[in-house]
C-alpha cells in the first residue's frame, strides 16, 4: 500500500466540519455543483444510493397500501393561494414560470416570450396540485382511503444552499392520503413516521427521534408536523423526514368532500409526508469519518470492491480470472433484498491509490487478490468501519458463505455506534444557566462543532421559542413522541411540564 | 356476466378514433387531463406500467455499461443558446422562469418578483446542461467512453396536447454518452437504438421500423437522428424512440475536450438517446380494443385478476380464503423478471360490471372463483386477447404451472397480430398518383382512419418533402436500415433510388 497520509480527507471533522463534509462529496464522487445557482448534479456513485434508497422506501409504501402516480411539475399561483399558512410558507421561495417561449430581442439577445395569462409555480410541494384532482377523485365514503405517492423533484428558492442538504431543486417522495376520518389519518400520519424511523434505523443505520414540531416549525398549513430528527457528528440535529396531520385544512381549501355513509356531504381528512435527497446528506454526516465516506451495507452503491495486485504482466491473466470468476460469485448472492454488487477496479495504477479511492467511496469490505492469494485459493479482505490497515486472509470459500453475515455485522456495528455518539452528547438540563452554557462554544475558533442534544422540560410559548433561536440559534426539535412522562419545571418560564423535549442547533 | 353492451368503449375505434383513444384511457383509469394547460396526472394504474417500463429499460441500460445520474432541471438561456440549430429547435416552446419568489400586489393578488438576472429554462432536453458537466469531467481519454441516462421529467410548450402522445409536460429517460471516437459515437447510436428495437417488440409487443431520419426530421443539433417507428392501428405511424449521433457538434458548443494518446487535446464525440411515457400512447394504440385496453403480460400493470364470485354470504368466507390462497400462491411466481402481479378484486358490486371494469383495464387474465370451482379445485379463465365470454374451467394446479407459458403466449400473440395488422396496411408504391391515391382518405367521412406505410423510392430534396406533407400530411418516417438494396426510381422526380424509404402520415 502507497505511503498513507494522517488521513484521507483534508481538512478534518475536528479541523473545518463544513469543509470536511465538502471534500468527503468530491473524494467519494458524490455530487458536485452546477452552474445552475443552488442546483447539484448527483453523480453515479451518489445517485446509486439515492435509487437504492427509492428501492427500500417505494416497497415499505407499497406494502402499506399506497400506490404511485404522477402530476404536474407547475402549479397555478390561484392554487397555491387556496390555503393561506400554506402559500404564506411558500411564496418567498418560489420558481415563477411567466412566459412560454423565447425570442430575440433586437441584438440577438433571447429573451422571454408569450406571457402566460396565469404565472405557473414550480411545486415546492404538491399539496394544492394533487388535491385539485383528490376533490375529483374523493366522491364517496368508498373512494377512500385515498393512499398515493409519488416520486418527483421539487424547488424552492434557497439562499444558502449546500449539496444534498438545502438545494434549489431536490428529490424527493411526498405522498399524499385522503380519509374519511380523523382518527384514520392520524393513524396514517403516525404509520408513516413509523415508516421513516424504520428505514432511517434498519437501512441508513442512523438512529433518529420521533417527535411531534412545536407550532413555530410546522408545515405551512398542517395541524400537526411529525419529524424523525438525527444527531450529526458535528453534534447538530438533521430533520431527516417529515409526516403531517393536515387536519381538514386542505380539503377545505381544495374542496375534497365525499358522500358519508349517511349519504351527508362532509369534508375529508388529509395527510402528507416526505424524505428528500437530504437523507444522503444524513447518512455521510451520520457514518463518514477523516478518511471519507463510509456506506452502511444495505444502502451501499456497492457492497464489495475487488482489487487485482498484479506487479507482473505473467501474472495478470490469472489474477484477472481469479477476480473476475469471484465477481459473478459474490454477485449471485443475495443481500437485503438486492444481489451483491461488486466493482472490480481492474484499471492500470498504484495499488495504493486505488486503495484509497474505494476507502473514499465508502465501499464496506475491500479484497486484494494477488499471486499468493490465488495460490492458497483466499481472499485478503479489509473492512471500511475498521482502520485501512486492518486486513485479514480468509479461504475464499468461508468469506463468500460470511460475506451477508459479515455485511450484516457491519450494519449493525455502524448503528451501535452512531447510537453511542448521540448518547454521549445528549444531556437532561434543567435550569437556563445550563442551557445557555451547553449551546455556547468552548472554543470560540471552532463554532461548528456543536454541544449536542438538551432535554429540557419546556412549557414556554412561541416568542420564547423565538428568544432561543436568536440567542443560541437552537431550537426544539421535536416533542418526542416515546419520552418517558416526568414531572418538572420549565427552565425558563418555570411552569410545570410533563416530558422534556429536545433543543439542538440544526441544519 | 352482466348483460354485454356490443362493445365496452364507445365509440368504437371505426366510429371515431381519436375520441376512442381518450375513452380507453379514462376506462383503463391510466390517467386523466390536469388543472394545468397541457399536463396530464398519470394515474395508478398507468404509473405502474411505466415504473415496468422503466425497470426493464433500466436494466437493459445498465447491461450496455450506463450509469444513472441526476441534472439541473433549469438550463440557463445563455447555456440553450451554445448550440444554434438546438436552440433554434427548442426556443419557441419552453418554459421561462423569470422570477424566484411571488409578493402580494396593492389588490393583495400575488404576482412574480425577485426578477433573476438571467432567465432560466425548464429543460426540454438536456443536451446543453448535461455538457457543461461533461466538459469538465472529461479531461484524457482514459476518461472516456462517459455513459450516462437520466430518468427525468421534461417540458416543451406544446399547442396541441394529447395524453401520453404529446403533453406539455412528460417523463422520459435521455442518454448522454461522450466518446473518443466517431466510430465508437456511431456504434454507441446504433446499440441504444437495438435496444429501443428489442424493448418495443419483445417487452411491448410492438413491432418497430429501425431507419435513419431525414435532414428535415433530424434532432435540432445533430448530424444523424435514428428512430423506431411502429405503426398504430388508425394506421398513422408514431415514432417511439430516438437516438442520435451529435458528432462533434455538441462536444464544440460545449467544450468537450480531452487530451488523446498523443497527448493532443481534442474535441470529443457525443450522442443522445430517449424515450418517453409516449410509449404507453404506442402500448395503447397498438393493443387496445373496442372493449379497451390489452396489457402485453410482460409490462402489465397486474397479469391476473381474481374475481370472487359470492352469490350467498354463508359462502364469503370459503370463497375468500380460496382466492386469497390462490393469489399467494400466484405471487410466489417469477415471470419476465418480477413477480407475477396480481388483483384480488373483493369490492361488493355485481360481478358483470366487476368483470368489465378488469376487462376495460386490459389484465391479460382474469379467474372468476365460486363455490364451484372451490368443489372441483379449479378456476374459471379467460383472457384479455380472446373474446369476453370465452372461458375455460382448468384444474388450479394445472393453471398455476401454467401460468408463465400462457402468459408468453398472450405476449407473442399480440406480436403476431400486431406484425399481421402491420403487413397488411404496409404497400410498395411505384408512383405518384398510387401514392397520393394511397394517402387520400376513401372515406371523407372518416378522415382519421389513415392509409398506412408506403414504401417508395426517393431521391427528392427537403422542398419536396415539404411539398408532400402539405398535400397530403405525410412524412418519410424513416429510411429503414434493413431495407433490401433495390435499384428504382424516385416517384416524385425520377431520379435513381437504391433502396425505399418509409412514408406515413404520423403523430
Redesign the interface.
Known amino acids: 500500500m502507497a505511503q498513507q497520509p494522517a488521513s484521507a480527507i483534508s481538512p478534518t471533522r475536528q479541523e473545518d466540519y463544513p469543509e470536511w463534509y465538502q471534500q468527503v462529496i468530491a473524494a467519494a464522487d458524490l455530487a458536485?455543483n452546477?452552474?445552475?445557482r443552488g442546483?447539484?448534479?448527483?453523480?453515479?456513485w451518489g445517485?446509486?444510493l439515492?435509487?437504492n434508497i427509492q428501492h427500500v422506501l417505494d416497497g415499505m409504501f407499497k406494502a402499506t397500501g399506497h400506490?404511485?402516480?404522477?402530476?404536474?411539475?407547475?402549479?397555478?399561483?390561484s392554487?397555491?393561494?387556496k390555503e393561506a399558512e400554506h402559500?404564506e410558507g411558500f411564496?418567498?421561495?418560489?420558481?415563477?414560470?411567466?412566459?412560454?417561449?423565447?425570442?430575440a430581442d433586437a441584438d440577438g439577445k433571447?429573451?422571454?416570450d408569450?406571457l402566460l395569462a396565469e404565472?405557473?409555480?414550480?411545486r415546492p410541494t404538491s399539496e394544492t396540485?394533487i388535491g385539485?384532482?383528490f376533490a375529483k377523485w374523493t366522491q364517496s365514503y368508498r373512494d377512500l382511503p385515498l393512499l398515493?405517492n409519488q416520486w418527483?423533484?421539487v424547488?424552492r428558492?434557497e439562499m444558502r444552499t449546500r449539496m444534498f442538504l438545502r438545494t434549489t431543486?431536490f428529490?424527493w417522495q411526498e405522498g399524499h392520503t385522503v380519509h374519511a376520518t380523523e382518527a384514520e389519518a392520524r393513524e396514517e400520519t403516525m404509520r408513516m413516521l413509523a415508516v421513516y424511523a424504520d428505514f432511517a434505523e434498519n437501512y441508513m443505520a442512523m438512529p433518529v427521534l420521533c417527535g411531534e414540531k412545536t407550532e413555530s416549525e410546522r408545515f405551512p398549513g398542517a395541524v400537526a408536523t411529525y419529524s424523525i430528527e438525527a444527531m450529526m457528528q458535528d453534534r447538530k440535529a438533521l430533520q431527516a423526514g417529515t409526516s403531517h396531520f393536515l387536519g381538514q385544512n386542505f380539503a377545505k381549501a381544495s374542496q375534497i368532500k365525499f358522500l358519508d355513509e349517511s349519504n351527508q356531504e362532509v369534508y375529508a381528512w388529509t395527510t402528507s409526508w416526505g424524505v428528500s435527497t437530504r437523507l444522503i446528506g444524513g447518512l455521510l454526516m451520520t457514518h463518514a469519518d477523516d478518511d471519507g465516506l463510509v456506506l452502511p451495507p444495505r444502502l451501499a452503491s456497492a457492497h464489495v470492491v475487488i482489487l487485482p495486485v498484479i506487479h507482473k504482466d505473467e501474472t495478470r491473466a490469472q489474477v484477472m480470472e481469479y477476480c473476475t470468476s469471484l465477481a459473478a460469485e459474490l454477485r449471485s448472492i443475495s443481500y437485503a433484498g438486492r444481489p451483491i454488487t461488486v466493482e472490480l477496479d481492474a484499471r492500470e495504477g498504484r495499488g495504493g491509490e486505488k486503495t484509497w479511492a474505494w476507502i473514499k467511496k465508502g465501499v464496506p469490505v475491500r479484497l486484494e487478490i494477488g499471486p499468493r492469494d490465488i495460490a492458497s485459493n483466499s481472499v485478503f479482505a479489509g473492512r471500511r468501519d475498521r482502520g485501512p490497515k486492518e486486513r485479514i486472509s480468509l479461504p475464499r470459500a468461508q468469506f463468500v458463505a460470511q460475506l451477508p453475515a459479515l455485511l450484516d455485522e457491519i450494519q449493525a456495528g455502524l448503528l451501535e455506534r452512531a447510537r453511542a455518539f448521540r448518547a454521549q452528547h445528549t444531556r437532561a438540563i434543567d435550569t437556563k444557566d445550563d442551557l445557555y452554557a451547553f449551546f455556547t462554544p468552548a472554543n470560540a475558533e471552532k463554532p461548528e462543532i456543536h454541544a449536542g442534544f438538551a432535554l429540557a422540560h419546556w412549557a414556554g410559548d412561541r416568542a420564547q421559542e423565538e428568544q432561543l433561536k436568536n440567542d443560541l440559534n437552537v431550537t426544539i426539535r421535536c416533542i418526542p413522541l416515546d419520552a418517558p412522562a416526568e414531572d418538572g419545571r420549565c427552565f425558563l418560564t418555570g411552569r410545570p411540564s410533563h416530558r422534556r423535549v429536545v433543543f439542538a442547533k440544526a441544519y
Not at 67 to 77: E, G, K, R, T
Not at 91 to 103: G, Y
Open positions: 458536485e452546477s452552474p445552475v442546483c447539484m448534479v448527483i453523480k453515479p445517485y446509486r439515492w435509487e400506490q404511485n402516480a404522477y402530476f404536474p411539475l407547475f402549479i397555478p399561483v392554487f397555491l393561494q402559500v411564496a418567498k421561495e418560489c420558481a415563477v414560470v411567466t412566459h412560454h417561449r423565447l425570442k433571447l429573451v422571454p408569450g404565472p405557473l409555480v414550480v396540485i385539485a384532482m398515493i418527483a423533484n424547488v428558492w431543486e428529490l
